[in-house]
């Protein structure tokens, strides 16, 4: 737990620039835009907003947040050093990223020669002349800079002599920040440890002969964000000061040897004050440190002061949030985050957890926003039926047969090919059965489903028709849809939202299909997940036969009935209280 004394880290996070890079992920501006409001809230000092002039999209971006700026967060303009044997002063490519109009800058130059002599196809020297004509240059402009040492720890373990020389061409160019990048994510934690800390005692050595650095002395800038200040403020300071602040050191860690927050980690107890990384983990090859891990790893166990404790419980909503915009199904077993992260499902686990949940969660849920649940499964003792229940407002009384027969009805179900741990929903409409309480809001008749499939069309038509009773009442109806299920869906809504008008509201957001013994063939029995939404909350529903279509239509018909059995509990919650 973190207190007034804990030491600061400043968070800096690259989700819209090397999180995007991730195969299969793609954002327009008003993803970006929504993303970097949502950083704002959770209280990331630093967020990179990409690279102005590369896309347009980018250039857009930053206009965007010059008109409506952040909160509180500095938006950074990442960009390279300038090309070989030209001039800082006149690369377009520093036009764009002073038009871009933010007060930091994050500049990446290369550390390791290999990169120098091969990729660059230029000298050690002129790589040197490089960092330190684009670090003056902007500077001059009133920029305030974060220098990214790219494969920093490849370039030291190679030629350790060279990759200091770029660092110390950075310090004297006035570079703010020192940020260490592990681009290739093939470093250990040991081999970070002993690399950051020497890098400090050597950047702490040049400090000391080096008056101007301001090591030692009053400077008229921290290397912090100051979103008091304007860019106009800040350039005359820049401009009209001699001195820079000692730079303070900072990781960026990728994911390739499954290290990525361990070696971030190992970083900051070596000295490091900035952390770079991405919500979620997202970022091209194995993905970058991810924040979502980090955060509250050094918060909450290393005591390090990163946001607030209020901002740290949106760390749940922040995730998934992201997860959302950017398309991509949320990581269910993600420390911290996922859904199953405070998840229990053996019911001695359960039990303990009951009486002191420290026996199973090394930190409580809600610290970060989430939530714990209790699982439930073929493996469920009559503890998670009983801590289930109640968690859906149920009480069982574990002396009475009910929550017996409860668990038994569960664990038939499951030896059918049922799986109620992902389908919530269908396991508190069969509490409810159980309990002789299940609503009766409609009664399928019966159904047809009939597809035409012609020669050549990549597209098929369905027809469904559907006998319903509801209220006495029998209706039949019929609708089509682009296959099967959506044309029982359709035909399902069609007879009964007049009716239940709500149901308009109700969207199946997902479905999936497991084949159970696929060694049977087509005889195969299925199980179908369903999962439905009405704009606040979600639930999943099951269905198991041998027929695709009989599965789906358990899922679907139960996830309408739960639908309208929330929305029931929400009115009678409403007419209570008025």
């Given at each position: 737990?973190?207190?007034?004394?804990?030491p600061?880290?400043?968070?800096?996070?690259?989700?819209?620039r090397d999180g995007?890079?991730?195969?299969?992920?793609?954002?327009?501006?008003?993803?970006?835009?929504?993303?970097?409001?949502?950083?704002?809230?959770?209280g990331?000092p630093?967020i990179?907003?990409?690279?102005?002039?590369?896309?347009?999209?980018?250039?857009?971006?930053?206009?965007?947040?010059?008109?409506?700026?952040?909160k509180?967060?500095?938006?950074?303009?990442?960009?390279?050093?300038?090309?070989?044997?030209?001039?800082a002063?006149?690369?377009?490519?520093?036009?764009?990223?002073?038009?871009?109009?933010t007060?930091?800058?994050?500049?990446?130059?290369?550390?390791?020669?290999l990169?120098?002599?091969?990729?660059?196809k230029?000298?050690?020297?002129?790589n040197?002349?490089?960092?330190?004509?684009?670090?003056?240059?902007?500077?001059?402009?009133?920029r305030?800079i974060i220098?990214?040492?790219?494969?920093?720890?490849?370039?030291?373990?190679?030629?350790r002599?060279?990759a200091?020389?770029?660092?110390?061409?950075?310090?004297?160019?006035g570079?703010?920040?020192l940020?260490?990048?592990d681009?290739n994510?093939?470093?250990?934690?040991?081999?970070?440890?002993?690399?950051?800390q020497?890098?400090?005692?050597v950047?702490?050595?040049?400090?000391?002969?080096h008056?101007?650095?301001?090591?030692g002395?009053?400077?008229?800038?921290?290397?912090?964000?100051?979103?008091?200040?304007?860019l106009?403020?800040?350039?005359?300071?820049?401009?009209?000061s001699?001195?820079?602040?000692?730079?303070?050191i900072?990781i960026?860690?990728?994911?390739d040897?499954?290290?990525?927050?361990?070696?971030?980690?190992?970083a900051v107890?070596?000295?490091?004050?900035?952390?770079?990384?991405t919500?979620n983990?997202?970022?091209?090859r194995?993905?970058?440190?991810?924040?979502c891990?980090?955060?509250p790893n050094?918060?909450?166990?290393?005591?390090?002061?990163?946001?607030?404790?209020?901002?740290?419980?949106?760390?749940?909503?922040a995730?998934?949030?992201v997860?959302?915009v950017?398309?991509l199904?949320?990581?269910?077993?993600?420390?911290?985050?996922?859904?199953?992260?405070?998840?229990?499902?053996?019911?001695?686990?359960v039990?303990?957890?009951e009486?002191?949940p420290?026996?199973y969660?090394?930190?409580?849920?809600?610290?970060?926003?989430?939530?714990?649940?209790i699982?439930?499964s073929?493996?469920?003792?009559?503890?998670?039926v009983?801590a289930?229940?109640r968690?859906?407002?149920i009480?069982?009384?574990q002396?009475?047969?009910?929550?017996r027969?409860?668990?038994?009805?569960?664990?038939?179900?499951?030896?059918?090919?049922?799986?109620?741990?992902?389908?919530e929903?269908?396991?508190v409409?069969?509490m409810?059965?159980?309990?002789?309480?299940?609503?009766?809001?409609f009664?399928?008749k019966?159904?047809?489903?009939?597809?035409?499939?012609?020669?050549?069309?990549?597209?098929?038509n369905?027809?469904?028709?559907?006998?319903?009773?509801?209220?006495?009442?029998?209706?039949?109806?019929?609708?089509?849809?682009n296959?099967?299920?959506a044309?029982?869906?359709?035909?399902?809504?069609?007879?009964?939202?007049?009716?239940?008008?709500?149901?308009?509201?109700?969207?199946?957001?997902?479905y999936?299909?497991?084949i159970?013994?696929?060694?049977?063939?087509t005889?195969?029995?299925?199980?179908?997940?369903?999962?439905?939404g009405?704009?606040?909350?979600?639930?999943?529903t099951?269905?198991?036969?041998?027929?695709?279509?009989a599965?789906?239509?358990?899922?679907v018909?139960?996830?309408l009935?739960?639908?309208?059995?929330?929305?029931s509990?929400a009115?009678a919650?409403?007419?209570?209280?008025?």
């Amino acid at each position: 737990m973190t207190t007034n004394s804990s030491p600061q880290l400043w968070l800096y996070d690259t989700t819209l620039r090397d999180g995007t890079q991730r195969e299969g992920l793609s954002v327009s501006i008003e993803d970006k835009l929504r993303i970097a409001k949502r950083l704002d809230q959770l209280g990331i000092p630093f967020i990179e907003g990409g690279w102005p002039g590369a896309n347009p999209k980018d250039v857009q971006f930053f206009w965007q947040l010059q008109e409506n700026p952040l909160k509180q967060a500095e938006i950074v303009a990442f960009c390279s050093t300038r090309r070989p044997n030209s001039t800082a002063a006149s690369e377009p490519m520093l036009q764009d990223i002073l038009a871009a109009g933010t007060r930091w800058v994050t500049i990446f130059g290369k550390s390791w020669d290999l990169h120098v002599t091969t990729g660059l196809k230029t000298t050690l020297e002129e790589n040197l002349a490089m960092i330190s004509d684009t670090i003056e240059y902007l500077r001059s402009q009133g920029r305030r800079i974060i220098y990214d040492a790219e494969h920093w720890f490849d370039g030291y373990k190679h030629n350790r002599d060279y990759a200091l020389q770029t660092l110390e061409a950075a310090i004297a160019s006035g570079a703010e920040w020192l940020v260490l990048c592990d681009t290739n994510g093939g470093t250990l934690p040991h081999e970070i440890s002993q690399i950051v800390q020497d890098v400090i005692r050597v950047t702490a050595e040049w400090g000391m002969g080096h008056g101007e650095w301001g090591m030692g002395k009053e400077s008229t800038q921290s290397p912090m964000p100051n979103t008091s200040a304007t860019l106009g403020d800040a350039t005359r300071t820049l401009s009209t000061s001699a001195q820079c602040p000692m730079p303070q050191i900072g990781i960026h860690t990728h994911n390739d040897s499954e290290m990525a927050v361990a070696n971030a980690i190992a970083a900051v107890m070596a000295g490091a004050k900035m952390v770079q990384g991405t919500i979620n983990g997202y970022g091209e090859r194995c993905g970058n440190a991810n924040l979502c891990s980090l955060i509250p790893n050094l918060q909450l166990k290393a005591g390090y002061s990163c946001i607030t404790e209020d901002q740290l419980t949106q760390l749940t909503e922040a995730s998934r949030f992201v997860s959302e915009v950017v398309n991509l199904a949320p990581d269910e077993h993600a420390p911290f985050v996922g859904r199953s992260a405070f998840a229990h499902k053996g019911g001695i686990h359960v039990s303990a957890v009951e009486r002191n949940p420290l026996t199973y969660e090394h930190i409580q849920p809600e610290q970060v926003g989430n939530s714990r649940r209790i699982v439930i499964s073929e493996q469920s003792g009559l503890s998670n039926v009983l801590a289930k229940a109640r968690s859906f407002g149920i009480e069982l009384d574990q002396q009475k047969a009910e929550a017996r027969e409860i668990l038994q009805r569960l664990k038939d179900l499951e030896s059918e090919g049922f799986q109620f741990e992902a389908a919530e929903a269908s396991f508190v409409l069969l509490m409810h059965e159980a309990l002789g309480g299940r609503q009766k809001f409609f009664e399928v008749k019966g159904f047809q489903v009939h597809c035409d499939l012609i020669e050549g069309k990549e597209t098929s038509n369905a027809l469904a028709t559907v006998k319903v009773a509801v209220e006495g009442k029998n209706i039949l109806e019929a609708a089509e849809g682009n296959g099967p299920v959506a044309a029982l869906d359709a035909a399902l809504r069609k007879a009964l939202v007049n009716f239940y008008p709500q149901i308009a509201t109700f969207d199946l957001t997902d479905y999936k299909v497991r084949i159970l013994n696929g060694h049977t063939g087509t005889a195969a029995k299925t199980r179908v997940l369903v999962e439905s939404g009405n704009g606040r909350q979600r639930w999943t529903t099951v269905g198991v036969s041998t027929n695709i279509l009989a599965a789906s239509y358990q899922a679907v018909v139960e996830g309408l009935e739960y639908g309208l059995l929330l929305q029931s509990q929400a009115e009678a919650v409403l007419k209570a209280s008025s």
